[in-house]
């Protein structure tokens, strides 16, 4: 595919930073070089914020993505303008967040974007709202993922991958989901999203513990000898270059992590605190194991920052840069994929000793 892709893009919750992060990621008219950008909410708010943070960013309102051109396209989703009330949580917000989520969801669907970008949102909100919201990973998997397809969230920034093997579970149920299936099951969800959208062919991946002190302290747990390293085994076995488990500690104190592609987490906050100590808040999630591509910040709205103009958008630019750049790698994949190299070999009858191409067989004729 070339060209411009169409990034969808959710305004998130209008009392926080979504809206200013989203305007200035494309306050540089050269990002309108890399793709065509369509904001799902409501632009009187995205007015308000403009206007409100001196942010010089133009945009056009339009119908649909179906009718977006090279600006910035806003869609509207809301009939009511919802009121703006920076840093408040309430219901009004939570529904407007909503609304532009589930109509970017729409078009997505419809072919009509090429990624979709999450601005952060407030689940407090969503609550207030009576909206039942699962998280971000499980809400793409449910609304956009194909039978037989498995979710997994990557955190990303440059070169640090951090994927996460569980999310939005109580801690006290982090042990009993760990089960060698879904360890491996994901692990290779992980492997194979390395090599297709990050294009790392023989990618290297860093297992972390689940108990303290990795294998090195049975009495806090029998996780690591008994589920985890069996798995790496198969894993290994199979082809998968992997290593581990360690312990979140033994990786950082020595900078260790950067000689892998990848790290593997067992839970949220495991996987999140290794990932925010590196990369502050300028990082992504990523769900991959999907054919859609969706990808929201890692902060959150963010509503001590709210309406005074000084939030950072390079997470939702990176974002973007993301979108583009798997979007990009798995139409290559796609291309070579569908157009094989033909089988050789050598023909001992020919002194030449040149590699010859096996010919397509004939169709026979009656």
């Not at 051109?69 to 806003?74: E, Q, R």
């Not at 005074?308 to 979007?327: C, F, M, Q, T, W």
């Not at 994949?333 to 001992?348: S, V």
């Amino acid at each position: 595919m070339e060209g411009k892709f169409r990034i969808g893009i959710t305004q998130g919750d209008i009392n926080g930073v979504g809206w200013e992060v989203a305007l200035k990621s494309f306050e540089n008219p050269t990002m309108l070089e890399l793709c065509t950008p369509v904001i799902y909410g409501s632009p009187k708010v995205a007015t308000y914020h403009r206007k409100t943070m001196e942010i010089q960013t133009p945009f056009t309102i339009v119908n649909s993505a179906a009718e977006a051109d090279d600006a910035v396209n806003i869609v509207t989703c809301d009939d009511d303008d919802p009121k703006v009330e920076f840093a408040k949580t309430d219901a009004e917000a939570g529904k407007a967040a909503w609304n532009a989520m589930q109509l970017a969801m729409d078009e997505y669907r419809d072919g009509l974007t090429d990624v979709l970008v999450m601005a952060p949102v407030n689940e407090l909100a969503f609550k207030q709202a009576s909206i039942d919201y699962p998280g971000f990973c499980n809400l793409m998997q449910s609304e956009l993922g194909e039978e037989g397809e498995v979710a997994l969230s990557i955190l990303v920034k440059d070169d640090l991958r951090v994927a996460l093997a569980t999310e939005n579970v109580p801690m006290k149920d982090v042990a009993s989901l760990l089960t060698k299936e879904l360890i491996k099951e994901k692990m290779v969800v992980f492997n194979q999203s390395l090599k297709v959208d990050f294009d790392i062919s023989a990618p290297r991946i860093a297992v972390l513990s689940l108990n303290p002190g990795s294998v090195l302290n049975d009495a806090v747990g029998q996780e690591e000898q008994e589920i985890i390293k069996p798995v790496l085994e198969e894993l290994i076995a199979e082809n998968v270059i992997c290593y581990g488990p360690y312990s979140v500690d033994s990786l950082l104190e020595t900078s260790n992590y950067s000689h892998f592609d990848g790290i593997f987490a067992m839970y949220h906050d495991q996987g999140m605190g290794f990932f925010k100590a590196l990369s502050m808040n300028s990082g992504v999630k990523f769900v991959t194991g999907m054919s859609a591509i969706c990808i929201t910040p890692v902060h959150g709205v963010e509503y001590e920052l709210a309406g005074k103009g000084v939030a950072d958008e390079s997470s939702l630019r990176n974002a973007i840069y993301l979108g583009i750049d798997v979007l990009r790698n798995r139409h290559r994949e796609e291309d070579a994929l569908a157009n094989p190299l033909r089988k050789q070999y050598y023909d001992k009858r020919d002194d030449s000793e040149k590699l010859k191409q096996m010919k397509e067989p004939e169709e026979e004729t009656l």
